[in-house]
């Protein structure tokens, strides 16, 4: 059987039992990308060398017992804005292009704790602002399903990975939708924890009070075992959470025999495309079918989740992003000759377009003048947001809705009208705002055979339900499969 078509779980199953060895499954994704990197460019960087040991240390720990999770040997890629001790980091931005930490983010820790080893970098729109993977500043990603189309954003090249067959797991980040979105766009799974369950430490800030690390990956139960390794309490990132978490296992059983899920009406509303409803409606069928309880319901707040969560985002982006100022880290100006000359043009020229703007936004909101008329309203609405949810998960489970109101969109169309592409964001960004837990999955199919993805959300540390859900619709859609198993590519 061809390797690249097993799971992470399964992957590492026959690495501990000795019929695939670690050097084996690393090199057969790195000739996957070989293959693949020069239509789809997923990846900004591999550290053959790094790699090299790391494929030597993975093989002794396997065999010594030191590593013997359910993950031990597994390739991951990681998204490009978490640190890596030694490797650069570059959150696809100019300001960072020779940025190489001397500290791993607490998530790459973990994944080396359990045996696993970090392929290469991914590519993403601009320090993760953006949902087209198209603000990068070293150039596009490609959706593998048709690479006229983009994979989604901002962890557009983690997404692209999985699909493209170059990676069987991958970290991303979402702040408003990053994993979940691509991960619809590009056919694959996704899983944005409850804010708090994963460390942020190393992760470079976008908005640091929606910011959450997460699992991509070919299906539900990879991603559950990656979320295990991934979770706990870190004492370097205050907001982290020492709740407990079940076992991927558990996390993953149960059925949906008598789960009670709700479906916001507004999320089908004008502006949704008619074949992401049908795939949508066509899965609430297949649930109803099994024992789910699926019915319509009003969330209601959904015109104010979008210019709530730019303020927010933006305002705390400009505030986090005042760090790269060409002394402390990253690019500096050769041009400038005194201070804050070198500061101004360092910024001017390392930021790109759609960062730019973000911070001026940002600022502006913040600013004295105005920021009781946009931060604080902002502020507010969030916490009606959070109380629409409250409300609404008091009487369901899960709440299942589409990832996006469209299938990918085609390369260039969205860089024309930033507007456009933050109304795209309706969907993902309330599940933010609000600390959620929500895993996205593919459902379906459009006419042109780009994959449909459908999120289940739900309650703060309720991944046991969400993943439970995900885990048996998943069983009743059958698999899915992966951009590169499709013949032409
Ligand atoms: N598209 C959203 C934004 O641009 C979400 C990005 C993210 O989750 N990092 O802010």
């Known amino acids: 059987m061809d390797m690249l078509q097993l799971s992470a779980l399964e992957l590492s199953r026959k690495i501990r039992s000795g019929e695939i060895s670690v050097k084996e499954a690393v090199s057969g994704y790195r000739e996957q990308m070989q293959k693949m990197e020069p239509q789809v460019h997923a990846f900004l960087s591999v550290d053959d060398d790094k790699l090299e040991k790391r494929i030597q240390e993975v093989e002794e720990g396997i065999q010594s017992g030191r590593y013997q999770g359910p993950l031990a040997g597994v390739p991951i890629a990681v998204k490009d804005n978490i640190c890596t001790k030694g490797q650069k980091t570059t959150c696809a931005s100019r300001i960072l292009e020779n940025f190489v930490p001397a500290f791993d983010a607490e998530a790459v820790k973990r994944l080396e704790e359990a045996g696993m080893i970090v392929l290469g970098k991914t590519n993403m729109d601009e320090f993760a602002m953006g949902s087209t993977t198209e603000t990068s500043a070293f150039g596009v990603t490609r959706n593998p399903w048709n690479t006229e189309h983009v994979p989604g954003g901002s962890s557009g090249g983690s997404c692209a990975a999985v699909a493209a067959g170059e990676a069987v797991l991958a970290l991303g980040s979402d702040t408003g939708g990053s994993i979940r979105q691509p991960a619809a766009y590009c056919g694959v799974t996704g899983l944005k924890p409850t804010y708090g369950r994963v460390s942020r430490y190393g992760l470079i800030a976008y908005a640091s009070s929606l910011d959450q690390i997460g699992p991509v990956g070919r299906n539900v139960k990879d991603c559950a075992a990656l979320f295990e390794v991934l979770a706990g309490h870190d004492e370097k990132d205050s907001t982290s959470s020492g709740q407990t978490l079940e076992s991927w296992e558990e996390l993953v059983s149960g059925g949906m025999q008598g789960m009670k899920i ?119 609405a969030k916490g009606m947001i959070k109380k629409a949810f409250d409300d609404a998960f008091a009487k369901y489970d899960c709440i299942l809705a589409p990832a996006a109101p469209t299938t990918a969109p085609k390369i260039g169309t969205s860089l024309s009208d930033p507007l456009q592409m933050y109304l795209s964001d309706i969907y993902t960004v309330a599940v933010n705002l609000a600390g959620l837990p929500a895993v996205s999955l593919p459902c379906g199919k459009d006419s042109q055979g780009l994959p449909v993805g459908m999120q289940i959300i739900g309650d703060c540390f309720q991944e046991k339900k969400i993943l439970r859900a995900a885990a048996a619709f998943e069983v009743l859609r059958g698999p899915f499969p992966m951009a590169w198993e499709k013949e032409e590519m």
């Open 262 to 380: 709700g479906v916001p009406e507004e999320y089908f509303a004008e502006g949704t495309d008619e074949e992401v409803k049908k795939a949508l409606t066509d899965a609430m069928e297949l649930m109803r079918q099994h024992g789910a309880q699926v019915e319509y319901f009003s969330l209601g707040m959904v015109d104010y989740v979008i210019p709530s969560y730019y303020i927010i985002a933006c305002a705390e982006a400009s505030s986090n992003l005042e760090r790269f100022d060409g002394v402390k880290y990253g690019y500096r100006s050769p041009e400038a000759t005194e201070l804050h000359e070198m500061y101004k043009k360092s910024r001017a020229e390392g930021f790109g377009e759609e960062v730019k703007r973000r911070i001026l936004l940002g600022s502006f909101v913040l600013s004295a003048g105005y920021y009781d008329a946009y931060y604080l309203k902002a502020l507010k």
